[in-house]
């Protein structure tokens, strides 16, 4: 389990093919703390760590989390938002985050409000009933609040603002028009969607 607050921003080393992508993430992390068989969630994906030095660690990347994640993450030279997993008795700052991602979001409009980006993005419509105003929703790895939601044909557009300080703590700064996004729904929303559809 995770937060959805990232506390490093890491940048691929290298990959290297082997079956699965094995990916060598620099990262700021005190890597004496961080155990072999660990879960870090990198830009929203619960990886494992395999393998780690003073100052990386290294992860497996399966074809399947390749071909559900946004494009150019598990690439050489990527930045990734780094969360270690939550433990017993650490602040929830966010929400609560599997890292399981659920699909992919394209982002369709930014727009700067006051020193803010209010950024419009656009969902798949079979997530749409898990995405509801004044709610979370994970992008990239980082817990953000639901502004508006819309829906419209087979796509559910809504907003999240981004202040300063996410723009500068996370990969989330900069984001421009037609970047793609490693969406996960809220874990309840989920659960109640699943619930929901099951009755039909």
């Not at 966010?94 to 930014?110: E, Y």
């Not at 020193?115 to 990239?140: F, N, Q, Y």
């Amino acid at each position: 389990m995770f937060t959805g607050i990232v506390t490093d921003i890491g940048t691929v080393r290298s990959v290297e093919q082997r079956g699965d992508l094995r990916l060598v993430i620099g990262s700021q992390y005190d890597m004496g703390t961080v155990d072999l068989g660990a879960s870090i969630a990198c830009s929203g994906a619960c990886l494992t760590v395999v393998d780690k030095g003073d100052d990386w660690f290294a992860v497996d990347v399966s074809n399947e989390t390749v071909s559900k994640t946004a494009p150019g993450l598990w690439s050489e030279g990527a930045r990734l938002n780094l969360e270690r997993a939550l433990r017993v008795g650490d602040e929830i700052g966010g929400h609560i985050v599997t890292g399981h991602v659920d699909g992919l979001a394209l982002v369709t409009k930014v727009d700067e409000v006051g020193g803010s980006l209010d950024v419009t993005i656009e969902a798949h419509r079979a997530l749409g009933g898990a995405i509801a105003p004044k709610g979370s929703i994970c992008l990239d790895g980082v817990s953000l609040t639901v502004n508006e939601v819309e829906d419209a044909g087979e796509a559910t557009c809504f907003t999240v603002n981004l202040i300063p300080h996410t723009g500068d703590h996370t990969t989330l700064g900069g984001i421009a028009v037609g970047r793609k996004l490693n969406l996960e729904i809220d874990v309840l929303a989920r659960y109640l969607k699943r619930m929901a559809d099951a009755r039909m």
